[in-house]
């Protein structure tokens, strides 16, 4: 998806990045004391952010330097600007970027200006949250404008539907159950999001199948569709060394770091869904704390609650969602919705 000159927020969720942890980290320069090993440079989204993170910490010889892509235009101004930083570096690790992001060209670029850069993917893997959806404004991408949510700018599809079609919050939550999951498809999300991940990989060169099958059996390793569990972003990190001439050491990253990403929105995995995959589910739904307050959670009836709000303050167009025309415009899905309207 193309990004250019967003908004903040807009061009965080679109390049599946978010403000957050990393800030006072990401500033640091990278001659790091006691760090006297091949310096490291790693570009992309918040993912990358974890994937230098765990860097650090089974490198220790190494600095290590995260380039946000997010704000390539501001901290680099040109193409050439950020060529002449990563110069400095001995490894760079990047996931792939768009026109737009910065003056002078795309990743592609900057793979023919230094071929040393090697790609990894971003991890975006829907099966255990097949309900999580953007809404907004994206027909300009220039001018984007996404939807809030009580969680940020992740909306639930079917209360978006329904809200859209006039249910009330209790009739919308009376559709959050297996035989309404299963007509909608939630239950079949497992092998399309697999082939969509692992032929993500191997487009750049990143075979995931054995990761993926290593992860699957660790249960849910996503804490929404684009924020992977920290043993996922540690996974990556540690491939990325060891074919790149590094000894990695044998350290688990949750022991030592935790897992950041949870500090963030967590979305559940609803209990028919979980079900299907030998897992324990839940309808409890953390928004992203502010500094170090505890984290609101919310109910599912109070998530849909906070979310009717937001909609009714909203202007009709305000709310686009690509998924939402299209149930709305499919008989035999739109009677799901009128049929709990009716009861």
């Given at each position: 998806m193309a990004l250019h000159d967003l908004p903040r927020r807009a061009r965080s969720a679109f390049s599946l990045s978010a403000p957050s942890w990393a800030r006072a980290w990401r500033a640091k320069a990278p001659e790091e004391t006691g760090r006297g090993g091949p310096a490291i440079a790693v570009i992309g989204n918040c993912q990358a952010r974890g994937v230098a993170q765990a860097m650090r910490l089974f490198a220790p010889e190494s600095p290590v330097r995260f380039v946000p892509m997010g704000t390539l235009k501001r901290d680099h101004g040109h193409m050439d600007g950020l060529v002449r930083l990563l110069a400095g570096h001995d490894?760079?690790?990047?996931?792939?970027?768009?026109?737009?992001l910065i003056p002078g060209g795309d990743i592609t670029t900057l793979r023919t200006r230094d071929a040393r850069l090697k790609l990894f993917p971003t991890v975006v893997f829907s099966a255990f949250h097949p309900d999580m959806v953007y809404a907004g404004r994206t027909e300009d991408l220039a001018a984007l404008k996404l939807a809030r949510s009580p969680l940020g700018q992740y909306h639930s599809a079917i209360a978006l539907c329904a809200h859209r079609l006039g249910l009330s919050v209790t009739q919308t939550a009376s559709l959050f159950r297996a035989d309404v999951f299963a007509r909608l498809g939630y239950l079949d999300h497992w092998d399309p999001s697999v082939r969509e991940l692992v032929g993500l990989g191997a487009s750049i060169g990143f075979g995931l199948e054995r990761e993926v099958a290593r992860w699957s059996r660790r249960g849910a390793f996503?804490?929404?569709?684009n924020h992977p569990k920290a043993f996922v972003v540690a996974d990556i990190a540690r491939r990325l060394l060891i074919e790149s001439g590094f000894a990695p050491q044998s350290v688990e990253i949750e022991d030592y770091l935790g897992d950041e990403l949870a500090r963030d929105v967590v979305w559940p995995v609803y209990p028919p869904i979980a079900e299907a995959y030998g897992l324990t589910g839940s309808y409890l739904f953390k928004e992203k704390p502010a500094g170090d307050a505890f984290p609101r959670l919310y109910?599912?009836?109070?998530?849909?609650?906070?979310?009717?709000?937001?909609?009714?303050?909203?202007?009709?167009?305000?709310?686009?969602?690509?998924?939402?025309d299209t149930w709305a415009g499919a008989p035999w899905i739109a009677e799901i919705f009128l049929a709990a309207k009716s009861a």
């Open positions: 490894h760079v690790f990047s996931q792939s970027f768009p026109q737009g996503m804490h929404v569709i109910d599912l009836h109070g998530f849909l609650a906070a979310s009717f709000a937001l909609y009714d303050a909203s202007e009709p167009g305000a709310l686009a969602c690509a998924r939402i």
